[in-house]
């Protein structure tokens, strides 16, 4: 909505975020107008990697929340913020740090990995993070047969197969990605024949087994550019199909799911990340003896991609 002045939304976004030396870093499944408003889209490793970096005082993290504790893991004098304190991610939450710790004490020789959709309680109690775009580099180069992956079991069972190393999985799934059903990619090929299909890892496996690659939100991106490809099923979150359109006019993206929707995602709004930047809030802090440990993984995880 516009102020008394006429400006609208954006403009009021865009000036109080310039008055507060701020970056908006958004994830590329967010709303369409807050993706175009965004300083940088990205997926959670580029996410990571831009908040490692900024020179801003304040991150607005139009994402999730272990998205914007990583923010805050790796940028402690930044204040963090997430425009909506109630965006979690579910399967984050299938797993505790006390239940992690659990697991452990039954399996003392392993190496734990921890997906980096984890609480940073979490990842204080993990040796690795990773991504969905380097899950496979950093376990191919752990030097252990015994390996505790956890929370997302279909990460880990990609990851098993790719590297040919037998994990212990936590049976956590993200609630989004198991909306996409073999028969769904079955239906879109048929169809779309000259279509080639792309999935997100956190698929069920007898989805990715029909996909011809399977990749990261940013590495979607990456491949829709390539010229081969004019016709791609997409088997992810929908408002992924909001960037593939727009950097690739004439191309088209069809989802294999409309029902693939993440409603935490959906949380954040304009209006939400205005008053955000007005009040300073919600921050997202992790405490300082948990962000030590937590970014111990984290910088493990960064000194491999
Ligand atoms: P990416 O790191 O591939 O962007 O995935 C994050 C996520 O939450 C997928 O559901
Ligand atoms: Fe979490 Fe799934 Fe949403 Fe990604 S899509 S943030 S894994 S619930």
Known sequence: MADRRGNSLEERILKLKKERNAVILAHNYQLGEVQDIADFVGDSLELSQKAAKTDADVIVFCGVHFMAETASILSPDKTVLLPDAGAGCPMADMITAEQLRQKKKELPGATVVTYINSTAGVKAESDYCCTSANGVKVVAQIDND??????????????????????????????????????????????????????????????????????????????????????????????????????????????????????????ITLDKILHSLETMTPEVKVPEEIRVKAKAAVDRMLAIV
């Open 146 to 267: 015994e390996i505790l992956f956890v929370p997302d079991q279909y990460l880990g069972d990609f990851i098993a197969r790719r590297t040919g190393k037998e994990m212990t999985l936590w049976p956590g799934y993200c609630p989004t990605h198991v909306r996409i059903l073999p028969e769904d990619i079955t239906k879109r090929k048929r169809e779309h024949p000259e279509a080639k299909v792309v999935v997100h890892p956190e698929c069920r496996p007898d989805v990715i087994a029909l996909a011809d690659e399977v990749l990261s939100t940013s590495g979607i991106i990456r491949y829709a550019g390539r010229e081969d490809v004019s016709e791609l099923i997409v088997g992810t979150e929908v408002e992924i199909l909001h960037r593939l359109k727009k950097e690739n006019p004439g191309k088209k993206f069809i989802p294999a799911s409309e029902k693939a929707i993440c409603p935490n995602m959906k949380l």
